[in-house]
């Protein structure tokens, strides 16, 4: 009974604005580990998962911790700036895209034909 009365309070049941308590609530994250990367209201009171929904949509995880998010996004940036880092830009030549076609593939084509 007591569980009922604390929900109607949590929903805004009798209140003007249904929903008030919830619409109150700001996340503060500490080291992320109990809060939801898409669904909670950590980054500006606002959950990601409202304001990138197409983005949602796409995610495998649904579920994912902030924490873990944050360890995945670390990996991937270590690994994107090391590719990065790896090409050098060469002033003196312009873009271009150049068609290569390797050896081993056309001699194994060969053979099988």
């Known amino acids: ?4 009365t604390i929900k109607n309070v949590r929903d805004g049941v009798g209140r003007i604005n249904d929903g008030w308590m919830l619409d109150n609530i700001i996340c503060e994250v500490g080291d ?3 809060s939801l990367f898409w669904v909670d209201l950590w980054l500006e009171g ?3 998962n409202k304001v990138y929904a197409r983005l949602y949509e ?3 995880n ?12 670390e990996e991937l940036l270590g690994e994107c700036l090391e590719q990065l880092t790896s090409d ?6 312009v873009d271009r895209c150049v068609w290569t076609i390797h050896i081993v593939t056309l001699s194994v084509l060969l053979i099988l034909t």
């Open 1 to 4: 009974m007591w569980w009922q």
């Open 32 to 34: 992320g580990a109990s």
């Open 46 to 48: 606002k959950s990601l």
């Open 58 to 60: 796409l995610v495998g």
């Open 62 to 73: 649904k579920l994912v911790m902030l924490a873990q998010m944050f360890a995945l996004d």
């Open 88 to 93: 050098v830009l060469q002033v003196d030549r």
